[in-house]
């Protein structure tokens, strides 16, 4: 494959991927405008720098962690305040159809903000993003037992948040 072709072929896997960046960005920030924005300088970074991915490696882990890392430097240049963001109501649910469905994704979505930073992102990764344990590790930063932990401490808060009725899911 030449490498205009492998060029094209990267950039129709990126934008596959787009769906499942954007709910990536909305966890970590909270916030669908800034979730859009980290979004947009992250596709940036990452077409700039082509050159700089594993082959060997996943794209989403490495498109994940490129969405982390601009976030962090959003936050560093905003000052660190104490409170960044304020969770916001979502707009309606595409693809929920009944409204028990739509209550329960906003009984979770309402439950993952409460989460603490580190669980949010961990759950957000694994349970939703479906990486494996590893490569969400890597996007962290942090050592395997260091996620596992966050993840486990994470379940835990969720189901004590959600209740009996959220469980089953």
Do not use: C
Not at 36 to 44: F, K, N, V
Not at 48 to 64: P, V, Y
Not at 124 to 149: F, M
């Amino acid at each position: 494959m030449n490498t205009s072709a492998a060029s094209q072929n990267i950039h129709e896997q990126i934008i596959a991927l787009l769906p499942r960046l954007r709910r990536f960005a909305r966890n970590l920030t909270r916030d669908p405008h800034d979730a859009d924005d980290i979004l947009q300088i992250a596709l940036e970074r990452a077409l700039t720098r082509l050159d700089q991915w594993q082959r060997d490696k996943r794209l989403d882990g490495w498109m994940f962690k490129i969405i982390r890392n601009a976030w962090i430097d959003e936050v560093r240049s905003r000052g660190r305040r104490a409170k960044i963001f304020l969770a916001e109501e979502m707009g309606v649910d595409v693809g929920i159809d009944s409204a028990a469905d739509q209550v329960t994704a906003m009984s979770v979505q309402a439950a993952m903000l409460r989460l603490p930073e580190q669980q949010r992102l961990a759950v957000s990764l694994v349970l939703i993003e479906g990486l494996p344990y590893q490569e969400a590790a890597d996007v962290l930063d942090v050592p395997l037992g260091t996620l596992t932990s966050r993840l486990a401490r994470g379940r835990e808060a969720l189901q004590a948040l959600l209740g009996p009725q959220e469980q089953t899911a």
